[in-house]
């Protein structure tokens, strides 16, 4: 290309994960051309460093594949592009026609995790899923970290409230099932995790992993420790043992609001370091040593992350981690697991309310709704097998490819050609999309502001950020919310304006009534006035959260504070200060009370007393490996495999294995192997590693790109691969919250010759 094409340089955080990054995107507005996208070394938060992921928006707005209008499938199996008012049309007669004559449970939708990078998204998400009028709501969060929530739900009242590593501040973090370094840290927004790291260790700290594969991040680590996949709840339990037998207990500024610890006292009597060694393969004097110097440190913190949700005990897994926080002081403390506040004002005080799961079920194996939710796990039996009027007749999928990315999906693929109508919110035709009758394509990342809604509730330093428009929309092309808002406005007989001026005022009446805010007593009129200096959409809906929210301007009452204008003047991310202390003024129990012994956990305990009994008898008698999963600094799960600069090199998907293991079975490095588990069974190619534990293999899960019925042909050429989850057996879940297990699933391998 010519070095003297005009260029400009725009401000944008990286919307691929949750470490948003800072980027500066060279672009030709003219020509529409994305030069190159390098790391904005202005960035506070990420100083210049980007990770491969960050050239996805280039590829994914250049991708010759990715849909850029509507299309329908004809009677005879082929696609055709259509106009946005037949589209519309033809989504919401498929869903009204199923919900009439089957009832409105017969609707289902799907939700996956890009929705949470498009901060346009969020204002209208609410009405769109209550114009659907259904329960059969599923999302990729009961796949990732639906544990966590569950937890934070049953600790503090609220499951938004997430403990979050204050990395720069820690001098001891214990990691358990966790790869930040290549994940740039899930429920932990922190860029550049590895320069992290190397200066906690720098500065005297230490840093400890314990996980089957010795991966990335334990490579980095001070000590890395071999643990069974699914056993880190047995561990955490007898750290909570060893905290009460050795008088480490240390509540600190809690002790007054922190409820039940003679009960987990109790509970912990059950599970020393000696009871649980085999089943974890955790030494008692390893157990010991590490819970003594964690409980001991000044700034210590445990991090938990996928290995902790997606396994058996995921919710018990994930409330342990806080628990022996909570227990010696190190959360809600500098250095520990402490408390975002985003600049939305998600994360303030506010009414008390009980965790109440169950309101519905699902219908065949009668799983509780939590959240609004069910698990991703019962999606496939809801559509094939459902019971009378809650079986799934119709779905809406958005962002998400569950073909690839929940429990046995070779089942759910059979069933998703089985329903009487389905349409699809994506930019590309894959696994899931193909048995769509109707695909509606949102606009690229590049064609739209955008604003950074998920990542301040995770950032280990606070921060609020509005990154700028690089291209002009496409006048063929709409924004996600804009298709969420015709979908809720025409299923609930209205007009776009109608609807988005409905839940402006409503939103603009809730927020206006909070006493903390800086907005309180803003008369509405006058709010709405000012509000309407943006065009319609979801800018007005930020906003007025930005400036009602705990560092806003109040409409004017607070001259200095934030507002999205000024948000938009800088492109760079704001500099809101570090974690604070702040756990009790934001605690949703009644009484703001930390419930240590809340009923919904305490009765998950007979199963896990069970498992332990049972372990010696299962471990002396099984010939299976554990397959676990595998992250990759090139992947995001389902969606980048069909861009050429991150699916170039060698295949990746490859089941990894201790060589020991391979000996034992006569297996060599290269060959094609054959996993099989209850539900399934793939063919990939092995590769030898030491980091593996014995009697554990790995795979990373998104892959599974074959059939003519997908326009993938990148990755279908470059990075195929097999896909994971169908190996993921859908009757194995983590029981409290339903997320499936897809770390420690039983499989057998032998060679495929």
């Not at 996956?112 to 990729?140: K, Q």
């Not at 600049?343 to 609004?372: C, M, Q, W």
């Not at 559509?383 to 429990?407: E, H, Y």
């Not at 279908?716 to 194995?732: H, I, M, R, Y």
């Amino acid at each position: 290309m010519s070095s003297n094409v005009p260029t400009k340089i725009f401000k944008r955080s990286c919307p691929i994960c949750e470490a948003s990054c800072g980027l500066l995107v060279h672009a030709d507005t003219e020509s529409r051309q994305v030069i190159r996208i390098e790391g904005d070394p202005d960035d506070f938060r990420s100083q210049g460093f980007i990770c491969p992921k960050s050239q996805a928006i280039k590829g994914i707005f250049e991708d010759p594949e990715r849909l850029r209008r509507p299309i329908r499938k004809t009677d005879s199996g082929e696609w055709q592009e259509i106009d946005w008012d037949t589209a519309f049309d033809l989504v919401v007669k498929g869903l009204l026609a199923v919900r009439e004559k089957f009832g409105y449970e017969a609707l289902a939708v799907y939700l996956g995790n890009p929705i949470g990078f498009d901060g346009g998204t969020m204002p209208y998400s609410a009405v769109f899923m209550r114009s659907l009028m259904t329960t059969h709501v599923f999302t990729a969060a009961t796949m990732d970290h639906f544990p966590k929530l569950v937890s934070s739900n049953t600790l503090y009242g609220r499951a938004n409230i997430l403990p979050i590593p204050d990395l720069d501040r820690c001098d001891y973090l214990l990691c358990l099932g966790g790869n930040p370094v290549v994940s740039q840290g899930s429920l932990m927004s922190a860029p550049n995790v590895k320069k992290r790291l190397q200066a906690l260790r720098q500065r005297g700290g230490k840093f400890i992993v314990f996980d089957p594969r010795k991966t990335e991040t334990a490579h980095l680590a001070d000590e890395h420790i071999f643990i069974r996949p699914g056993s880190d709840v047995y561990f955490l339990f007898a750290m909570v043992q060893v905290i009460f037998a050795e008088g480490l207990v240390s509540l600190g500024h809690l002790s007054e609001a922190v409820e039940g610890v003679e009960s987990i006292r109790e509970l912990a009597e059950d599970y020393s370091p000696e009871a649980v060694a085999d089943i974890t393969g955790v030494s008692a004097g390893t157990i010991r040593r590490i819970t003594r110097d964690y409980a001991k440190a000044k700034r210590a913190c445990c991090y938990g992350r996928i290995g902790t949700c997606t396994v058996e005990f995921g919710t018990l897994t994930s409330w342990l981690v806080d628990v022996v926080g909570i227990l010696t002081g190190h959360v809600d403390s500098v250095g520990g697991a402490m408390f975002p506040r985003p600049v939305t004002g998600d994360l303030e005080a506010g009414p008390v309310a009980a965790f109440n799961p169950g309101r519905y079920h699902s219908g065949v194996r009668k799983f509780p709704e939590i959240n609004g939710q069910l698990p991703c796990a019962v999606m496939a039996e809801e559509i094939d097998s459902g019971v009378g009027d809650k079986q799934v007749r119709a779905m809406l999928t958005m962002a998400g490819n569950p073909v690839l990315s929940t429990p046995n999906g070779e089942r759910l693929d059979r069933a998703l050609g089985g329903l009487d109508f389905m349409a699809a919110i994506d930019i590309y035709l894959n696994e899931t999309t193909c048995h769509a009758d109707v695909i509606l394509p949102p606009l690229t990342q590049l064609e739209t502001d955008n604003f950074d809604a998920l990542a301040p509730g995770t950032a280990i330093h606070n921060y609020a950020r509005c990154s700028e428009q690089v291209f002009n929309s496409d006048p063929g092309g709409l924004p996600q919310w804009r298709i969420l808002l015709e979908i809720a406005a025409r299923l609930n007989g209205q007009s776009c304006e109608e609807l988005e001026q409905e839940l402006l005022v409503k939103q603009c009446q809730r927020l206006l009534s909070r006493s903390h805010s800086p907005a309180y007593g803003v008369p509405l009129e006058e709010a709405l006035e000012k509000l309407q200096l943006e065009p319609m959409g979801p800018l007005r809906q930020i906003d007025l959260m930005v400036r009602a929210g705990p560092y806003g301007d109040g409409f004017g009452n607070r001259a200095e504070g934030l507002s999205l204008a000024k948000l938009r003047e800088t492109c760079s991310p704001v500099d809101l200060g570090p974690l604070q202390p702040r756990l009790l003024e934001i605690l949703r129990h009644p009484g703001g009370r930390i419930m240590l012994n809340h009923p919904y956990i305490l009765g998950d305990m007979p199963r896990l007393k069970s498992k332990l009994e049972q372990s010696a008898l299962e471990s002396s008698s099984s010939k299976n490996l554990l397959l676990i999963g595998r992250r990759q600094p090139q992947n995001m799960n389902t969606w980048l495999h069909n861009l050429p600069a991150l699916a170039k090199g060698k295949p990746r998907c490859t089941l990894q294995m201790h060589p020991l293991d391979a000996e034992a079975r006569s297996l060599v490095e290269g060959e094609e192997v054959r996993v099989r588990s209850r539900v399934g069974l793939v063919t990939l190619a092995l590769e030898l590693s030491d980091d593996m534990m014995r009697g554990v293999v790995s795979m990373p899960h998104g892959y599974g790109h074959r059939g003519s019925s997908i326009r993938l042909s990148v990755a279908k050429e470059k990075q195929p691969g097999v896909n994971a989850n169908a190996l993921t057996d859908e009757n194995s879940v983590d029981v409290i919250s339903g997320t499936g297990v897809t770390n420690g699933i039983p499989v057998e391998v032998d060679s495929a010759a």
